[in-house]
């Protein structure tokens, strides 16, 4: 019989979740913890998204742990948005300066964990065919970790080169000269796009759907400029948290309702100025009333308008089919200027899909598109898809993918019925992607772990949500969708982009500082809804 560890957690993932659940876990609640990771380093998304251009969209000023004093005040970021290979200078940082490295096993992909009713533990197997078991499972698997890639016929003929963006080789790949044709015009592809176009000798670009993207006015910190704006740390993480979104900019009229022409346009320009996902914080109201969303929309295809020579390039490139911000709105760094250099190519197939590729290239919006290399910016399995590529099966065999069949059901995010000890962090129910994910991110694992340090001093073995309040929960989630203009997106926050998935929103859009009260109300009344034995 082979040796099984037996652990008090396993922790799924090594990105920034799953780094701070070991160390708090493991340090501050005293656990024996570990963490087993699919890739061969910490990071988790900045491990993977090697792409040129990868860089987070909200500023790094706001984008690193606040938990504690010391990592805040001795880690200096160079740039107003991180690039992706300093967040993983900086998860790496992390995970020295608290000692983490030590109970992570890297290059090891979970592929099952069942609930044994019996024992009252999760047993857990890996790709490699190992074996733990332990008293808790706490995901760290990432919204925007299951690569989704279009099954097209032909690939096998195809002579070319062929990556999603999240899976880019850490050698990088050869752009100089080649012609590459880019799928997808997401954040991802809005990002990539301009630093391809430097390489590339052409570069073709299809889009199905034009997004709405603003400037990121990104820049390089000036010596000392860091320094300036970390001494306002205490001030800025404490506006953090008692905002909707984890990102404190200044503040906005609660509405382009009855403001005149010039008004809304001295807002927008200053907004535009700033840069950033400060724009969708325009107004108050940008994302749950038509007017105001609209005022920003028409903004937007006018800057789109100005800056795109070409007059056919422009429409195409102008978002006309759903409203600003239900889908993730783009930060873009040169996108919309690459559409005038004469070797890009901007070619839409929303009438005529991308269908297949041919042994030279590809074949999309009703032509062929010569390539040396195919990238596909093509999105993710969301917010659900890490869970059910897994086999997680609850009490009695049930599987998840079976319970969520409909949609993802849960208490707050965290947790579901019949899974016992299983621990969600930024889980479908929760706001996780929408906003400062990092913020959420700690919100959660502080949350998970001083609950699982309540369970320990009460000696409850399991615990899990009645289901009476995971229905309400649920119902929650989706009612406060309602009041937004996020379902009417087509997203992959709604499940839109994967073919057969259920529609559902999955992320909670009632405010990051709204859902910390919920989940503070919950613990301070000792965890009604959640049944112990
Ligand atoms: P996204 O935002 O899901 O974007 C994927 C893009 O790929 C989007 O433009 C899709 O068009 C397009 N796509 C997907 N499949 C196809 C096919 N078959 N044909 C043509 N176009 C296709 O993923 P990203 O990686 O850009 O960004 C993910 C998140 O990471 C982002 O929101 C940030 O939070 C960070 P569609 O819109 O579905 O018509």
């Not at 979104?245 to 907004?271: F, N």
């Not at 089919?321 to 839409?348: M, Q, T, W």
């Not at 010569?370 to 590529?389: C, E, H, Q, S």
Request: overall charge negative.
């Amino acid at each position: 019989m082979p040796h099984v560890p037996r652990l008090d957690a396993v922790v799924i993932g090594a990105g920034f979740a799953g780094l701070y659940a070991l160390h708090r876990l493991r340090d501050r609640v005293g656990l024996d913890v570990r963490v087993l990771e699919a890739g061969h380093g910490v990071g988790g998304t900045w491990y993977w998204n090697r792409y040129p251009g990868a860089r987070c969209d909200a500023e790094s000023l706001f984008y690193s742990y606040s938990f504690d004093e010391d990592l805040q005040a001795e880690w200096t970021w160079t740039e107003r948005y991180a690039s992706q290979p300093e967040i993983l200078a900086y998860a790496e940082h992390v995970a020295e300066r608290f000692d983490l490295y030590r109970d992570i096993t890297f290059g090891t992909r979970v592929e099952s964990a069942h609930f044994d009713d019996s024992a009252q533990l999760w047993r857990v197997t890996t790709d490699g065919g190992e074996q733990y078991e332990a008293r808790y499972l706490v995901t760290a698997v990432g919204c925007l970790s299951a690569p989704q890639t279009p099954d097209l016929p032909g690939s096998e003929d195809f002579g070319g080169t062929v990556l999603h963006t999240s899976r880019w080789p850490e050698e990088g790949v050869d752009l100089d000269g080649k012609r590459v044709v880019v799928v997808g015009t997401g954040s991802t592809g809005i990002q990539i796009v301009p630093e391809v176009a430097r390489r590339a000798a052409h570069t073709t670009v299809l889009q199905r759907t034009a997004n709405y993207a603003v400037p990121s006015r990104n820049h390089r910190y000036a010596e000392g400029e860091f320094d300036e704006l970390r001494a306002d740390y205490p001030q800025l993480r404490r506006a953090a948290r008692e905002n909707a979104g984890g990102l404190p900019y200044p503040p906005a009229p609660d509405t382009a309702e009855g403001l005149d022409e010039q008004q809304r346009r001295a807002e927008l320009d200053e907004r535009w100025r700033m840069g950033g996902l400060a724009f969708l914080a325009s107004f108050g109201d940008a994302l749950v009333n038509h007017t105001t969303n609209d005022v920003m929309a028409d903004y937007v295809r006018e800057r789109v308008r100005e800056t795109v020579e070409d007059p056919e390039t422009a429409e195409l490139l102008c978002p006309d089919d759903h409203p600003l911000g239900s889908k993730r709105i783009c930060v873009e760094s040169g996108y919309h200027a690459a559409f005038n250099r004469d070797d890009v190519s901007l070619v839409s197939v929303r009438e005529r899909p991308v269908e297949r590729f041919t042994s030279t290239g590809i074949v999309a919006g009703g032509a062929e598109h010569p390539a040396d290399v195919v990238v596909m910016a093509t999105g993710f399995d969301a917010i659900t898809g890490p869970y059910l590529r897994m086999d997680l099966r609850g009490r009695d065999g049930v599987r998840l993918a079976d319970r969520w069949e409909e949609g993802p059901q849960t208490y707050l995010g965290v947790a579901t019925a019949g899974f016992p000890n299983l621990f969600m962090l930024t889980g479908p129910g929760s706001p996780s992607v929408l906003g400062n994910v990092l913020l959420s991110i700690e919100q959660h694992v502080e949350w998970v772990a001083d609950y699982i340090a309540h369970l320990e001093a009460q000696g409850v073995r399991t615990t899990e949500p009645q289901e009476a309040a995971e229905r309400e929960w649920t119902a929650h989630v989706a009612e406060v969708a309602g009041y937004t203009v996020y379902p009417e997106g087509g997203s992959w926050y709604m499940g839109a982009n994967i073919p057969g998935k259920p529609r559902s929103f999955m992320p909670y859009a009632g405010g990051m500082h709204l859902y910390r009260q919920q989940c503070d109300d919950i613990a301070a009344k000792g965890y009604p809804g959640f049944a112990h034995a």
